[in-house]
């Protein structure tokens, strides 16, 4: 059997809308791959033990609290530590265009995808880069 | 990552290592059947327990304070969580670890979320195999979490040591379990959210139902058991009950009958993938063809194609 394509939906931080990572959610699924979804307000460590346990393919990040240039990095870091940077990791919200680029040139996000982003982009995104740094 | 040094380091805690075992054996073929094989001396220590019942039970939730129980015990847990596949797209979205948050941080606690797959060998094999790396890896207890609503879910209950069905009042006037066939496979009956109303009559109905049932002296009599599992309420009397029946197994010396019929049903398996992987040869297509246009039957195809196999 060929190997699916798993990935870790989460939500760090505090706020509480989980709409949009719902959407994504569902949209990666009717792609055809196997999404975890772990729920509201995880920690750093809670989202790279699950994706360590779950050993996922793709961390996919929904964030519209702002505190996005904190948790962020620490999530691509903590990965980092535990040698598992061949996680493609994806990020979702409200990220301002600067922010963006910084999170994509220095701490590991892979892209930014803002309000309006078509969720067709984000499975062609996946399909195209998940696992290629792995096995 | 080299499969081969993968159980001699999930054995010693690695749980990266154990992760991607793990990966490998859901996905199957030649690679998981070398790593299973390499696996296999090394399990037979754990306690598997099956955790079934309707959607929106509450078997989440059970399961983490279950866990938890477990853990104040000194018990390590391991989780497999399965959650179903889309018949359409083949996707899935496994949402178990959302109600599983309180066990995170927890090194004596790994949780593996599964998609039920169209799998041919059967989704029992699966969680069996998944259970064997979780066993290997020194878990003393491994959860399997299937919603209870067909043959596949029921297999995978059968395929564990101890089956807990997991009720909850006000389900209509007749217990859903009994359609699904889960009154037989029950080791226990847990009936959560006790703190609903009717919860009493599910526990009248359940025990009345258990005393119609055929019943052999010295056999196992499965309890029925009430809970509050967001409070945590009831799960020492659960763990309780599985270690009863786990010595019960023991005592009666079925323990054995249990792994025998177990093992018997994991061979079957392995002979009907082997048997089918080899069966694929360039004539396959073909004779699929054939059968479509009903210029053949599926049996003689069949026996044609074991035969060139040499089987």
């Known amino acids: 059997m060929e190997r699916k394509i798993r990935v870790l939906v989460a939500k760090p931080g505090l706020d509480g809308h989980d709409r949009g990572a719902k ?14 979804y772990t729920g509201l307000q995880q920690t750093p460590e809670m989202i790279v033990e699950a994706a360590l346990q779950e050993d996922v393919d793709v961390i996919g990040l929904s964030i519209l609290s702002g505190a996005h240039m904190t948790l962020l990095p620490k999530v691509t870091r903590l990965l980092k530590e535990q040698g598992m940077d061949d996680v493609l990791v994806v990020a979702g919200g409200i990220i301002s265009d600067e922010d963006a680029a910084t999170l994509k040139a220095q701490h590991g996000i892979a892209a930014v995808f803002g309000p309006g982003s078509s969720t067709h982009e984000i499975v062609k995104f996946i399909r195209e880069k998940a696992g290629v740094a792995r096995d | 990552m080299d ?33 299973l094989a390499a696996a296999y001396p090394h399990a037979g220590a754990a306690h598997l327990v099956g955790i079934t019942g309707p959607p929106g039970a509450g078997k989440s939730t059970l399961v983490t304070a279950l866990a938890q129980e477990w853990r104040r015990r000194g018990v ?26 309180a066990l995170g941080g927890d090194p004596g606690v790994f949780i593996r979320s599964m998609a039920s797959r169209g799998r041919l060998g059967g989704l029992a094999r699966a969680t069996a195999d998944a259970a064997v790396l ?60 006790a703190d609903r109303e009717g919860a009493d009559k599910t526990v009248r109905q359940l025990r009345a139902m258990l005393h119609l049932a055929p019943h052999a002296p010295g056999a196992w009599e499965p309890p029925v058991l009430t809970a509050v599992a967001t409070a945590g309420q009831g799960a020492d009397a659960i763990v309780d009950a599985v270690a009863r029946h786990a010595a019960h197994l023991e005592a009666r010396g079925v323990a054995g009958a249990h792994a025998h019929a177990a093992a018997e049903r994991e061979l079957a398996a392995a002979v009907q993938e082997l048997a089918l992987e080899r069966a694929r040869g360039p004539a396959w297509e073909d004779l699929v063809a054939r059968v479509a246009a009903r210029e053949r039957d599926p049996y003689g195809a069949a026996e044609e194609l074991l035969r060139a196999a040499g089987i």
Do not use: C, H, W
């Open chain 1, 23 to 36: 959407v994504i959610a569902r949209a990666l699924r009717d792609a055809g791959m196997e999404v975890i």
């Open chain 2, 134 to 193: 979780l066993d290997a890896a020194r878990f003393q207890v491994v959860l399997i979490e299937t919603v209870g609503a067909g043959q596949g879910e029921v297999d995978i209950a059968r395929a564990a040591r101890t089956t807990v069905v997991v009720e909850v009042p006000g389900m209509g006037d007749d217990v859903q379990s009994i359609k699904a066939g889960m009154l037989e496979v029950a080791d226990l009956f847990v009936v959560n959210k």
């Open chain 2, 3 to 35: 499969p081969s040094s993968l159980i001699p380091r999930l054995q010693d805690g690695d749980r990266r290592a154990l992760a991607r075992a793990i990966t490998i054996v859901e996905t199957g073929g030649p690679p998981a059947r070398a790593l």
């Open chain 2, 76 to 101: 390590r847990v391991g989780i497999i969580a399965v959650d179903p596949t889309s018949p359409y797209s083949g996707g899935a979205v496994l949402g178990d670890r959302i109600r599983m948050q």
